[in-house]
């Protein structure tokens, strides 16, 4: 894989490109503010960006969430009835979705996602699955062949992923040297607080999973799962 540079240009695409009722992360910057003043920010997070690119770091300071625990329901006094919402600052999510733009063009170009993988794909839905299935089990049933389906609910799937197992996969996917680093300086030394009734709890280092309510993590999910796919596919063919 190889990481080119960024623009000016580039950079102020996808500033536009956020959603301005996206939260503030720890920094409390909110998404307007960057966009207002952009034609001031741009040149100078033009040039971090390359920098960072060019030394494969992920700056630590855009490594920390913020998070909100969201109430569902039953009772309040219990844990488990809270959602977590995890934060990041705003100058964080422009930087990975530079890297997820080329990561992505990387993977899609070299055939390096399974076909059968749908979520989190450009031009793929979970609707395009629930087609696929039904074709494939209407053809069987069709040809008298019996189907038989295995379904799995990957609960807090973002949070089991393991951090050296998924760096395996990536480099073996091709993705070494400079934008190897890049990845792996992401994916290290994260850490979030927990935000309630205004008040921050310590720092907590997380040394698990890929981050919830990021722009890469996504991505980094379905090169962790591929290897499902392509051993249902060597089973059976």
């Not at 569902?72 to 999510?93: A, W």
Request: with cysteine; net charge positive.
């Amino acid at each position: 894989m190889a990481l080119f540079g960024t623009t000016e240009v580039e950079i102020n695409s996808i500033i536009l490109s956020l959603k301005n009722s996206s939260a503030c992360g720890w920094d409390g910057i909110p998404t307007s503010v960057v966009k207002g003043a952009r034609h001031i920010i741009v040149p100078y997070f033009t040039k971090l960006c390359n920098l960072c690119i060019e030394k494969g770091i992920f700056p630590d300071i855009y490594k920390m969430s913020l998070i909100h625990p969201i109430y569902k329901d039953g009772d309040r006094k219990e844990i488990n009835n809270y959602r977590p919402i995890s934060m990041l600052p705003v100058l964080s999510k422009i930087l990975e979705k530079l890297l997820n733009k080329r990561l992505m063009i990387f993977l899609e170009n070299n055939n390096l996602i399974s076909n059968s993988q749908f979520g989190f794909r450009k031009d793929r839905c979970t609707e395009d699955a629930v087609s696929h299935l039904i074709s494939h089990v209407t053809t069987l049933v069709d040809s008298k062949k019996k189907v038989l389906g295995v379904f799995l609910d990957l609960k807090k799937a973002f949070d089991t992923v393991s951090v050296p197992i998924l760096l395996n996969k990536m480099e073996r996917c091709g993705i070494r040297g400079l934008p190897f680093n890049i990845f792996k300086s992401y994916l290290e030394n994260r850490s979030q607080v927990t935000k309630l009734d205004g008040h921050l709890s310590n720092k907590q280092t997380m040394s698990f999973g890929v981050p919830q309510g990021s722009i890469l993590g996504p991505s980094l999910f379905l090169i962790y799962i591929n290897d499902i796919f392509l051993s249902f596919r060597d089973l059976y063919t």
